[in-house]
């Protein structure tokens, strides 16, 4: 006795309107047949009680029946007549013989639509009348099947023939020995096709049997035949289809063509076919083409399917089947209307996991599990002793009530669909149809089916930890799972279709880091955890994008995916780079071992001091063996410093200040350690220079050690040698200028060249005596010489944050002392009033600011606050030296102090600069290219909100209006007004009176 009784009764009309309706259209086709017999047997088909209640059932509850047993009067009384079994046997004989290759595609097209629609009514017919098992029904839709396909292919490949593409072995048997071979995948290739299912199939070609003649590629040739197949089952015509096809079951069906070679299959396979692929490989055979070819590849592919030996991860990668759907072990209410019956809780995929899962474990040592229909496959588990007999009778009887549920489900309009009517009469009408009185009777049976198998379900493997984050993730097979699709729209993301098509794409292994077996078997393991944390940034679809980006450039997954599986935190961080810090996602990808530094204990403290930095770089060069890994060393060690000064930063570990004191302090120690060793490298070839050497003077932000993460280096070098010097003193001598230009040219290289470990910095001289135009490396003389007649006003603005980094004591004392003697001489006050106001209008013109967030040429922004800074230096160094420093911040605060300003205007410039700071740190830290409001992470909004010590973004921005407008006044009065003044008095002073 079954556990799931189903009413074997006819059902009645659900719909006795659409029913009467239908037998006027019967009663009016009779009239129009040109068989007296057949009108007659059509009114007494009517009156008939036997064939009267096969009538109702059909005309009262299914349109595409009905549509059909009208077109087919005759076909209709001969079933009537003989029963479904000879008649069925009959129409596949008949289509067979009467089908010849060399007819014309479109009659072919015809004969089979025609085979379909009989065949559809012979099998709906005995379903509704119980005459059909399961078997029976699934079994002659799927012959019908490889019968529709063998003939087309046939008569495609003989066509070929005719046209001399091919050349066919045996023209009067087109398929044998043509090495063309379809595959027949999933209920086609178990013989378990449903009513109106698509059949799945996979084309391939043998290259070396396909004598090809035609004048393209074998591939092109088999592609355009895959096409003309696919149009020969589907294309609706007047007569309908025979099968809707689907390919995607090939391998990788995202970059592959429709027909693929056997050998590129075989390879694929061997190296590349993931579990979900050896579960959906249970089910392949040849249906059509060359069939010993097909079998030779089912067979060469049973290594590949039934694996003897699987180790731990393997063995949990097939649970990964299972476990990605999220498995309910009872409780929670199952709505019945619109729950879809093969993906939904209890339907039946689940049955076919439960089978297929424990298949591909214990096949390989088990043969007697290598079947490929789901109900042979529960019997044979539990004869082997795998899982209770009754549990198999439950899960067989309710795979048997779900198929029939299916099949009248979509007989009733010939649609492709395993969800129920959401419309309570439509989900009557289909209760009615599967024979219940009503709605209740027929919610209450499929609500004990589904249960029982979520139960069996959830039961298997229930010790390993889900996958599924709360709903299904499911990345398997060609096409997209709903369920999938919905979890992932409900964790936030808004591209859930095309994030399902990249996961699937990484385990094709369409990415280095993907292609081993293993790193996909871990990969499915970080899935949830990986979306749930990419979720959770602002932008989740952004951040998706960029780490795939990132996955394309790595090597090799299986470290990495080993590294967010020992440490799940270092998951949340790189999807927090992700999503939030563009740049720092470039940076990442561009150097994927960045991440290995921040497994280091010390990864989230502040850096040292220089000095310990200068030590760390030392020690680190010493170890290396030549030059070339010197430069290397410098490169890995330099980035990812810089990359845990930008962590900390978008973290707000680091206050601006901070940060850029750590970016300079990291440039410095990369040249104090690097200079010497590059010079010595040098003095190989060239020797040295006798004197004091030479020294490199920091400008601009690294001088000031106001660095962010995409400044350049500033820099001056400047030598002092023995007077009298005609050249060095190496195997190669050089003229001293030259010796001193071409070191510093090294230098430069040193620190721009591009190696495998990628590039330092960028560096730039324009800022050494005459620019451009001077020579690159500069003396100590003509360097004094320079700035005390030669240099221009904003050379001296510049000089304020000139800093001696590298170099003897001898010589950064002299050049101290320059840079000391320039700045406090004492200066005509209106003529440095008059250059540094005519030079902040040349800028303002020559760079203006885009939008509020180009902090740094903002109208009152960083460079008007520069400015007043550097001025105030220049104007009053001559009475206050203690004004002389690098740090802007430091010159405010003096300036302050000596009331060169007063206290609001010094507290009004100190605030400013630490939020323009701020805006500039985060930003340069974390995007590329100019900041947009509309298109910014949210979360990099709140990193900037919480960088300014603001409370909410549009506080920050009125915060930021305000503060320019601020400043802007003060430069004004300070420097800009003044400067009006002095030029209107010299220009009354030109006008004769």
């Given at each position: 006795?079954?556990?799931?009784?189903?009413?074997?009764?006819?059902?009645?009309?659900?719909?006795?309107?659409?029913?009467?309706?239908?037998?006027?259209?019967?009663?009016?086709?009779?009239?129009?047949?040109?068989?007296?017999?057949?009108?007659?047997?059509?009114?007494?088909?009517?009156?008939?009680?036997?064939?009267?209640?096969?009538?109702?059932?059909?005309?009262?509850n299914?349109?595409?029946?009905s549509?059909?047993?009208?077109?087919?009067?005759?076909?209709?009384?001969?079933?009537?007549?003989?029963?479904?079994?000879?008649?069925?046997?009959?129409?596949i004989?008949?289509?067979?013989?009467?089908?010849?290759?060399d007819?014309?595609?479109?009659?072919i097209?015809?004969?089979?639509?025609?085979?379909?629609?009989?065949?559809?009514?012979?099998?709906?017919?005995?379903?509704?009348?119980?005459?059909?098992?399961?078997?029976?029904?699934?079994?002659?839709?799927?012959?019908?099947?490889?019968t529709?396909?063998?003939?087309?292919?046939?008569?495609?490949?003989?066509?070929?023939?005719?046209?001399?593409?091919?050349?066919?072995?045996?023209?009067?048997?087109?398929?044998?020995?043509?090495?063309?071979?379809?595959?027949?995948m999933g209920?086609?290739?178990?013989?378990?096709?449903?009513?109106?299912?698509?059949?799945?199939?996979?084309?391939?070609?043998?290259?070396?049997?396909?004598?090809?003649?035609?004048?393209?590629?074998?591939?092109?040739?088999?592609v355009?035949?895959?096409r003309?197949?696919?149009?020969?089952?589907?294309?609706?015509?007047?007569?309908?289809?025979?099968?809707?096809?689907?390919?995607?079951?090939?391998?990788?069906?995202g970059?592959?063509?429709?027909?693929i070679?056997?050998e590129?299959?075989?390879?694929?396979?061997?190296?590349?076919?993931?579990?979900?692929?050896?579960?959906?490989?249970?089910?392949?055979?040849?249906?059509?083409g060359?069939?010993?070819?097909?079998?030779?590849?089912?067979?060469?592919?049973?290594?590949?399917?039934?694996?003897?030996?699987?180790?731990?991860?393997?063995?949990q990668d097939?649970?990964?089947?299972?476990?990605?759907?999220?498995?309910?072990?009872?409780?929670?209410?199952?709505?019945?209307?619109?729950?879809?019956?093969?993906?939904?809780?209890?339907?039946?995929?689940?049955?076919?996991?439960?089978?297929?899962?424990?298949?591909?474990?214990?096949?390989?040592?088990?043969?007697?599990?290598?079947v490929?229909?789901?109900?042979e496959?529960?019997?044979?588990?539990?004869?082997?002793?795998?899982?209770?007999?009754?549990?198999?009778?439950?899960?067989?009887?309710?795979?048997?009530?779900l198929?029939?549920?299916?099949?009248?489900?979509q007989?009733?309009?010939?649609?492709?669909?395993?969800?129920?009517?959401?419309?309570?009469?439509?989900?009557?009408?289909?209760?009615?149809?599967?024979?219940?009185?009503?709605?209740?009777?027929?919610?209450?049976?499929?609500?004990?089916?589904?249960?029982?198998?979520?139960?069996?379900?959830?039961?298997?493997?229930?010790?390993?930890?889900?996958?599924?984050?709360?709903?299904?993730?499911?990345?398997?097979?060609?096409?997209?799972?709903?369920?999938?699709?919905?979890?992932?729209?409900?964790?936030?993301?808004?591209?859930?279709?095309?994030?399902?098509?990249?996961?699937r794409?990484?385990?094709?292994?369409?990415?280095?880091?993907?292609?081993?077996?293993?790193?996909?078997?871990?990969?499915?393991?970080?899935?949830?955890?990986?979306?749930?944390?990419?979720?959770?940034?602002?932008?989740?679809?952004?951040?998706?994008?960029?780490?795939?980006?990132?996955?394309?450039?790595?090597?090799?997954?299986?470290?990495?995916?080993?590294?967010?599986?020992?440490?799940?935190?270092?998951?949340?961080?790189?999807?927090e780079?992700?999503?939030?810090?563009?740049?720092?996602?470039?940076?990442?990808?561009?150097?994927?071992?960045?991440?290995?530094?921040?497994?280091?204990?010390?990864?989230?403290?502040p850096?040292?001091?220089?000095?310990?930095?200068?030590?760390e770089?030392?020690?680190?060069?010493?170890?290396?063996?030549?030059?070339?890994?010197i430069?290397?060393?410098?490169?890995?060690?330099?980035?990812?410093?810089?990359?845990?000064?930008?962590?900390?930063?978008?973290?707000n570990?680091?206050?601006?200040?901070?940060?850029?004191?750590?970016?300079?302090?990291?440039?410095?120690?990369?040249?104090?350690?690097?200079?010497?060793?590059?010079e010595?490298?040098?003095?190989?070839?060239?020797?040295h220079?006798?004197?004091?050497?030479?020294?490199?003077?920091?400008?601009?932000?690294m001088?000031?050690?106001?660095?962010?993460?995409?400044?350049?280096?500033?820099?001056?070098?400047?030598?002092?040698?023995?007077?009298?010097?005609d050249?060095?003193?190496?195997?190669?001598?050089?003229?001293?200028?030259?010796?001193?230009?071409?070191?510093?040219?090294?230098?430069?290289?040193?620190?721009?060249?591009?190696?495998?470990?990628g590039?330092?910095?960028?560096?730039?001289?324009?800022?050494?005596?005459?620019?451009?135009?001077?020579?690159?490396?500069?003396?100590?003389?003509?360097?004094?010489?320079?700035h005390?007649?030669?240099?221009?006003?904003?050379?001296?603005?510049?000089?304020?944050?000139?800093?001696?980094?590298?170099?003897?004591?001898?010589?950064?004392?002299?050049?101290?002392?320059?840079?000391?003697?320039?700045?406090?001489?004492?200066?005509?006050?209106?003529?440095?009033l008059?250059?540094?106001?005519?030079m902040?209008?040349?800028?303002?013109?020559?760079?203006?600011a885009?939008?509020?967030?180009?902090?740094?040429?903002?109208?009152?922004?960083?460079?008007?606050?520069?400015?007043?800074?550097?001025?105030?230096?220049?104007?009053?160094?001559?009475?206050?030296?203690?004004?002389?420093?690098?740090?802007?911040?430091?010159?405010?605060?003096?300036?302050?102090?000596?009331?060169?300003?007063?206290?609001?205007?010094?507290?009004?410039?100190?605030?400013?600069?630490?939020?323009?700071s701020?805006?500039?740190?985060?930003?340069?830290?974390?995007v590329?290219?100019?900041?947009s409001?509309?298109?910014?992470?949210?979360?990099?909004?709140?990193?900037?909100?919480?960088?300014?010590?603001?409370?909410?973004?549009?506080?920050?921005?009125?915060?930021?209006?305000?503060?320019?407008?601020?400043?802007?006044?003060?430069y004004?009065?300070?420097?800009?007004?003044?400067?009006?003044?002095?030029?209107?008095?010299?220009?009354?002073?030109?006008?004769?009176?």
């Amino acid at each position: 006795m079954p556990i799931f009784d189903m009413p074997h009764h006819l059902p009645l009309p659900a719909d006795p309107l659409m029913a009467d309706h239908n037998y006027d259209h019967w009663q009016e086709a009779a009239l129009q047949w040109n068989d007296p017999g057949l009108a007659a047997f059509a009114a007494a088909a009517a009156q008939n009680d036997a064939s009267r209640g096969l009538l109702d059932a059909v005309f009262g509850n299914s349109p595409f029946l009905s549509h059909s047993l009208i077109r087919e009067p005759a076909f209709f009384r001969r079933l009537i007549e003989e029963g479904p079994d000879p008649v069925y046997r009959s129409l596949i004989a008949d289509l067979v013989t009467e089908t010849r290759p060399d007819e014309d595609t479109e009659s072919i097209m015809r004969r089979l639509r025609v085979a379909k629609r009989r065949a559809a009514l012979l099998i709906g017919l005995a379903d509704i009348q119980g005459l059909w098992s399961l078997d029976q029904i699934t079994g002659g839709l799927s012959r019908l099947a490889e019968t529709a396909l063998s003939l087309a292919t046939a008569h495609l490949l003989h066509k070929a023939h005719l046209a001399g593409d091919i050349v066919l072995p045996h023209p009067d048997e087109p398929e044998r020995d043509s090495g063309l071979v379809i595959l027949g995948m999933g209920k086609l290739g178990a013989r378990e096709l449903n009513y109106s299912s698509d059949i799945d199939l996979i084309i391939l070609y043998d290259e070396a049997k396909i004598d090809y003649r035609g004048r393209r590629s074998v591939e092109e040739f088999t592609v355009k035949l895959a096409r003309e197949l696919v149009r020969m089952m589907e294309e609706r015509t007047a007569d309908g289809y025979v099968f809707r096809t689907d390919l995607r079951l090939r391998p990788d069906p995202g970059s592959t063509p429709l027909a693929i070679s056997l050998e590129a299959a075989e390879t694929y396979y061997e190296g590349f076919g993931q579990n979900w692929e050896r579960a959906a490989m249970i089910k392949a055979r040849p249906v059509a083409g060359d069939l010993p070819s097909g079998e030779a590849f089912v067979r060469f592919l049973r290594p590949f399917i039934w694996r003897k030996y699987l180790d731990f991860a393997a063995i949990q990668d097939i649970h990964s089947i299972k476990r990605q759907i999220n498995a309910h072990k009872g409780g929670g209410k199952i709505a019945v209307a619109g729950h879809n019956i093969k993906l939904g809780r209890g339907g039946i995929r689940e049955i076919e996991f439960f089978a297929q899962t424990q298949q591909l474990i214990r096949g390989g040592r088990e043969a007697a599990l290598r079947v490929a229909r789901t109900v042979e496959a529960l019997d044979a588990l539990a004869a082997a002793g795998h899982i209770d007999p009754s549990a198999a009778v439950e899960l067989r009887d309710a795979y048997a009530f779900l198929r029939r549920l299916e099949h009248r489900l979509q007989m009733t309009d010939d649609q492709q669909t395993q969800t129920l009517p959401g419309d309570p009469t439509k989900l009557r009408a289909l209760a009615v149809f599967l024979g219940f009185e009503g709605t209740e009777a027929f919610a209450e049976t499929l609500t004990a089916v589904l249960r029982r198998v979520e139960a069996h379900y959830a039961s298997l493997f229930e010790d390993a930890p889900s996958l599924s984050a709360g709903g299904n993730l499911v990345f398997t097979g060609g096409e997209n799972d709903p369920e999938t699709l919905k979890t992932i729209t409900d964790l936030g993301f808004s591209q859930a279709a095309a994030i399902c098509g990249q996961i699937r794409g990484w385990h094709h292994g369409r990415v280095r880091a993907t292609r081993s077996t293993r790193a996909r078997e871990m990969l499915t393991e970080l899935t949830p955890a990986l979306l749930a944390a990419l979720a959770r940034t602002a932008d989740p679809d952004q951040a998706f994008h960029r780490f795939d980006d990132f996955l394309s450039r790595l090597p090799a997954g299986v470290p990495l995916f080993a590294l967010f599986a020992a440490n799940p935190s270092l998951l949340d961080l790189v999807a927090e780079i992700m999503g939030d810090a563009p740049r720092l996602a470039e940076r990442l990808a561009a150097n994927t071992t960045l991440l290995d530094s921040v497994l280091s204990r010390d990864f989230f403290d502040p850096l040292p001091p220089t000095a310990d930095l200068i030590g760390e770089a030392n020690r680190l060069f010493d170890q290396a063996v030549d030059y070339q890994e010197i430069l290397d060393a410098a490169r890995r060690w330099a980035n990812e410093q810089k990359f845990r000064i930008g962590v900390q930063t978008l973290r707000n570990l680091l206050d601006p200040e901070q940060a850029g004191r750590h970016l300079s302090d990291l440039a410095e120690a990369v040249l104090v350690a690097l200079a010497p060793r590059v010079e010595e490298e040098f003095a190989h070839q060239h020797g040295h220079v006798p004197g004091n050497g030479a020294a490199i003077i920091a400008m601009g932000k690294m001088g000031s050690r106001e660095m962010t993460a995409t400044s350049d280096l500033d820099l001056i070098l400047v030598y002092d040698m023995q007077d009298g010097l005609d050249s060095s003193d190496g195997i190669k001598p050089l003229a001293p200028s030259v010796y001193f230009a071409r070191l510093t040219q090294r230098i430069i290289n040193a620190l721009t060249a591009k190696t495998g470990e990628g590039a330092l910095y960028e560096v730039d001289m324009r800022l050494r005596p005459s620019g451009n135009a001077g020579p690159i490396a500069t003396s100590l003389t003509a360097f004094a010489q320079y700035h005390a007649d030669m240099a221009w006003t904003w050379e001296h603005l510049a000089l304020t944050r000139a800093r001696v980094i590298t170099g003897s004591e001898p010589l950064h004392q002299a050049i101290r002392e320059v840079i000391a003697r320039t700045l406090q001489c004492r200066r005509d006050p209106d003529k440095l009033l008059l250059d540094v106001a005519d030079m902040r209008l040349r800028m303002a013109r020559e760079h203006k600011a885009g939008s509020p967030w180009e902090v740094k040429n903002l109208r009152g922004g960083l460079i008007d606050i520069e400015f007043i800074a550097q001025y105030l230096q220049l104007r009053w160094a001559a009475d206050h030296p203690t004004i002389i420093n690098t740090s802007t911040s430091a010159v405010l605060a003096e300036a302050t102090r000596l009331r060169l300003i007063d206290g609001g205007q010094g507290d009004l410039l100190m605030a400013a600069l630490r939020l323009w700071s701020a805006i500039q740190q985060v930003l340069r830290q974390s995007v590329e290219g100019a900041f947009s409001e509309d298109t910014a992470p949210g979360r990099l909004k709140e990193v900037l909100v919480r960088a300014t010590g603001s409370t909410h973004f549009e506080g920050l921005r009125v915060l930021m209006a305000e503060s320019a407008a601020a400043v802007r006044d003060l430069y004004d009065t300070l420097i800009e007004q003044p400067a009006r003044a002095l030029r209107a008095a010299q220009e009354n002073k030109e006008i004769p009176s």
